[in-house]
């Protein structure tokens, strides 16, 4: 088993595709529709290689149709349609694919060829390449029927040209195929973001931080707005896993750990971080096998956690040994949040579908020399996006939080990162709040924490107030390259603020 094989496996978005055209023209221009048929079936096919489950209706040419296609892509489930601009049709050909299948639409306007043949083009030639007229007239009545909708431009991307073309349709390398296609991808992600948020089940451990007021949430607002399901779970719950623990479960998480982490010495710097005791691993090796079996049990995508405990506790003691395991799941697919704050754990799922990480982080502290902000926590750590190995270490207490245990300290891996932070606004909807910047190979302290330093565009102070204008919750996940432009439309298919600083 890789460390990063998933427990649960992300589900393949549905991706609704059609083709407009005007009926009048098939007889007018024999070969036309055979033609933008052909060009629909290589959209299929790409779609497909893309990981989309691609259901194509084909041409829609009158308004019966329209209608037709509507239901046909009701039936499949969709969770967007692209809209295939082929050639010239009227609007109320299109309008009524959307009146009846109300999952969002991406109109697809995608030139066959760089540069037509002006001395050789037929009307019927031209035909094939004007899928740019229809666009305004479908765009007014998308507006006016209050039809939220995008349009992605360029070139459809051919790499061969159709026997019928009377000019080069070999696309695929200039960069307007490039940028239209990468929007397109980005899209199909976002729908799998969204597709796999609505069969999510999100465990909630415990309770939250007490005092952190931006940190609550209202169970059912998640649920209407992402579609996940939140299942409220008992440290009991936990402790009856933990019982049923095998040494041989035991054996195989320190094997996993050993894998994955890196034990530390005593910090040279921190006395509460010292080398990990035997006693502090095998129990955080007890419990990691305890919180996949959790997860197991409750067929959970994700966790959200924290329970102080009363001193001395067995709860106090069995949340001492949380951070290890959750970092194990985190690598497996299963994010898991600390101090019980859900909607980052909706952040860190969001960023692992895309299959960019999503690490727990908060401000740590800002160094003006370098003029970057670090990011991190005491855990759980993302290993994916690690820079070399996490380092384990023995924590003689977990500062503001009750027991003591192992934890992790690591940096993100220096290059392009993105964060994105879920927040609630005041009339209760979900906000995403996104930054790009760069990860830095600037140092970092030895005292159990992950943290990554980040410069972002603007220096430090000029960042912090933007960001903090945006009133977000005080964490959020960070994830590698700069994914901005698919995080943004996954808002979209959420239907939430989305803001980009």
């Not at 079936?41 to 329209?66: P, Q």
């Not at 692209?82 to 991406?106: K, M």
Request: charged share 20%; hydrophobic share 35%.
């Amino acid at each position: 088993m890789s460390l990063l094989t998933p427990i649960k496996a992300t589900r393949k978005p549905r991706i609704g595709l059609y083709s407009i055209g005007l009926r009048a023209y098939w007889s007018q221009f024999p070969g036309l529709k055979e033609r933008l048929q052909e060009y629909g079936a290589f959209l299929e096919k790409k779609m497909t290689s893309l990981g989309a489950e691609v259901f194509n209706y084909g041409l829609v040419d009158t308004e019966a149709e329209g209608r037709a296609a509507g239901e046909w892509l009701n039936a499949r489930n969709v969770d967007l349609v692209f809209c295939h601009s082929a050639t010239y049709s009227t609007s109320s050909t299109v309008l009524p694919v959307h009146q009846q299948c109300g999952a969002p639409v991406v109109i697809l306007n995608l030139q066959p060829t760089e540069r037509i043949n002006y001395e050789k083009t037929t009307t019927g030639e031209w035909l094939g390449h004007c899928g740019a007229c229809p666009v305004p007239e479908i765009s007014n009545a998308f507006n006016r029927s209050g039809i939220d909708f995008k349009v992605i431009n360029g070139l459809l991307g051919l790499d061969y040209t159709p026997a019928i073309s009377l000019t080069n349709e070999i696309t695929h390398e200039r960069k307007e195929a490039v940028r239209a296609w990468k929007q397109i991808e980005e899209w199909i992600c976002a729908a799998a973001v969204v597709r796999t948020l609505r069969h999510s089940r999100f465990g909630f451990l415990g309770n939250t931080y007490s005092g952190m007021l931006d940190m609550y949430s209202d169970f059912t607002m998640i649920q209407a707005q992402t579609g996940l399901h939140v299942e409220v779970l008992e440290m009991c719950d936990l402790d009856r896993q933990l019982r049923e623990v095998t040494d041989a479960e035991v054996k195989a998480k320190r094997a996993e750990i050993e894998a994955m982490f890196r034990i530390s010495g005593d910090s040279p710097s921190d006395p509460i971080a010292r080398k990990p005791t035997e006693e502090q691993m095998e129990w955080s090796c007890r419990v990691a096998a305890a919180q996949e079996r959790l997860v197991r049990e409750f067929d959970l995508d994700a966790l959200t956690y924290y329970y102080h405990g009363a001193p001395g506790g067995e709860y106090e003691k069995l949340q001492g040994g949380f951070i290890v395991g959750h970092s194990l799941l985190t690598a497996r697919g299963i994010p898991c949040s600390g101090e019980g704050d859900l909607k980052t754990a909706v952040a860190m799922k969001i960023c692992d579908i895309l299959g960019t990480g999503g690490s727990f982080s908060e401000i740590v502290v800002v160094d003006y020399e370098d003029e970057t902000i670090l990011l991190g926590h005491d855990g759980p750590f993302h290993i994916a996006i690690s820079d070399g190995k996490p380092i384990l270490r023995g924590m003689g207490l977990y500062h503001g939080k009750q027991g003591t245990g192992v934890s992790v300290e690591a940096k993100v891996k220096a290059g392009p990162i993105t964060t994105l932070n879920v927040t609630q606004t005041g009339d209760g909807k979900l906000k995403l709040i996104i930054s790009e910047g760069e990860s830095t190979d600037g140092p970092i302290m030895r005292i159990g924490n992950t943290q990554t330093p980040v410069k972002f565009t603007l220096h430090p102070d000029d960042y912090m107030e933007r960001w903090f204008a945006e009133a977000p919750t005080h964490h959020c996940a960070m994830s590698i390259g700069h994914n901005a432009s698919v995080l943004d439309k996954v808002g979209r298919l959420l239907k939430c603020p989305t803001v980009t600083l």
